[in-house]
């Protein structure tokens, strides 16, 4: 039998030593979701979004999500039943204070296909030229 130290218990103390232990939502922020102009009641609700870390944007994880609402929500109707998926196309950053209140733009799904058509459009026109 070889006669020597064990390493193992000389480096780095107790044996499985608990790592500590970060809470996952103090590295996210709460942003404000708000309807398009055209409905009566623009606050949807609130997401959260990690924060801006490095080269990943805080921004760029809110852009694309759908957000399922009811329309008797944002007319204030209890008699409207039709659901919308609402889309976050762009995020507006109001100056920032000490809270750094954020709020998220919305457009309709529809209006989104066709702004899809009308740039795609737009490209094959430049094509020709």
Known sequence: M???KNKRLTKGGKKGAKKKVVDPFSKKDWYDVKAPAMFN???IGKTLVTRTQ???IASDGLK???FEVSLADLQNDEVAFRKFKLITKDNDFDKLTE???RRSVIT???????????HSKEAKNLEKR
């Open 64 to 66: 694309g999500r759908v």
């Open 54 to 56: 490095g080269t990943k």
């Open 99 to 101: 809270v750094g209140f």
């Open 41 to 43: 009641i623009r606050n």
């Open 2 to 4: 070889a006669v020597g």
């Open 108 to 118: 309709n799904f529809s209006e989104l296909k066709e702004d899809v058509r009308t």
